[in-house]
Structure formats: structure tokens, C-alpha cells
């Protein structure tokens, strides 16, 4: 890739977090349904046919944004982690859990499943991709070994720390991060006794 490809390459990128900076904002002003692709354009300060360079509606739009953050979320998982080594509950950090930093960071559109019109599918792909994170990228080992369907177990954990993720981004990330963490680590350790990252095997 040339220097001008390079640059064309991230003019791009620049322009598309632009535009969906401003469905994120938009949507919380006035709810998804209403936003239209004028909106867009005038909130971002580009023309319709820079828009139409990029998606060919506001539904494409939503898609990119939905599948970027996701994929985002799921690559921001295995950051603290050794593939293949074992973590004991007992000895986690806050610094283990870089999923909710990346929440964190981009809270500008997870604050987005507190409305109602809001992105199409927001509220069922959010569990769903944690459940995929814990169903691909680990293998956990519950207290005194105990033997359980393990497909349940994630599932059963991976949507209950949905909940708590759901219920600190709906009092509006009352709690610090480093405050948030700890409270989950301690929930971690009554189920958990040690988990090992295998990364994503796709």
C-alpha cells in the first residue's frame, strides 16, 4: 500500500467514525426511527454524497456501527490474557477485565441500550456477543471442579454479567471502573475457580 492509498485509507476511516458519531448522537436526541440521512449529513457536516460513498442508507450505517463495535469488543477481551494459561479467580486484577475499559471508553454508544428507539438489534447482539466471547475464547473450571453443562454455565454466566454491565451503564457508570471490577471479581470467585484464555479458534 502506496502513501496515497494510506491516506485515502484513513480519509475514509476518519469520515465513517464521523458519521457514526453522528447516528450515536442523533439517535439519543430523537430516537433511530427519526433520524434520517440528512441528519446525518448536516450533524456531521458532510454532503449526501460523501455519505453515499460510505453506505447506501442509514440501515447500512447502523449495521457498520453495530458489527464494528461488537467486533471491537470481542477483539478487547483477550488483551490481558496469555493464550492457553490459566488465571485463578483468586489472583484477578482489575486490569483482567479490559472488556469493561472498552465499554468504558466507548460509553458514548453503549449508553445507547438505555433507549427505547435505539439501534436495531443493540439489545439482543450485546449479550449475544458475550456469550460468544465466553462460549469461543475460554475454558473455565468451576469451584471444587464440580461437574455442571458447561454450555449452561456460560451461558448463565455470561448473561448475568450482561445484567451488571447493563444495570452500571444505566445508573450512568456511577461506580469507577476499578470500583465496578472488583465487585464482579468477587461475584467470579462463589462460581469460578479458574479460567483458561484459548483465544478465538475462528
Do not use: C
Amino acid at each position: 500500500m502506496n502513501n496515497e492509498q494510506i491516506t485515502t485509507s484513513g480519509r475514509q476511516n476518519r469520515t465513517e467514525v464521523h458519521l457514526k458519531q453522528a447516528l450515536i448522537e442523533l439517535i439519543k436526541e430523537k430516537g433511530y426511527h427519526s433520524v434520517t440521512v440528512k441528519n446525518i449529513v448536516d450533524y456531521a457536516a458532510y454532503n449526501r454524497s460523501t455519505f453515499y460513498i460510505h453506505y447506501t442508507d442509514k440501515i447500512e450505517l447502523a449495521e457498520d456501527l453495530l458489527a464494528s463495535m461488537f467486533q471491537g469488543l470481542e477483539a478487547s477481551v483477550g488483551k490481558p490474557y496469555v493464550s492457553g494459561h490459566k488465571v485463578y479467580t483468586s489472583k484477578l486484577k482489575t486490569s483482567s477485565f479490559n472488556i469493561v475499559s472498552y465499554i468504558y471508553k466507548n460509553r458514548d454508544f453503549f449508553e445507547l441500550i438505555n433507549y427505547d428507539d435505539t439501534l436495531p438489534g443493540l439489545h439482543t447482539r450485546f449479550p449475544q456477543t458475550i456469550l460468544k466471547i465466553y462460549k469461543e475464547q475460554f475454558i473455565f473450571e468451576t469451584i471444587n471442579n464440580i461437574p455442571v453443562n458447561m454450555d449452561y454455565f456460560k451461558r448463565y454466566t455470561a448473561y448475568g454479567f450482561y445484567g451488571l454491565l447493563h444495570n452500571w451503564i444505566q445508573n450512568g457508570f456511577i461506580e469507577t471502573q476499578e470500583e465496578f471490577i472488583r465487585e464482579v471479581i468477587e461475584l467470579t470467585k462463589t462460581h469460578i475457580y479458574s479460567f483458561e484464555y484459548i483465544g478465538n479458534q475462528e
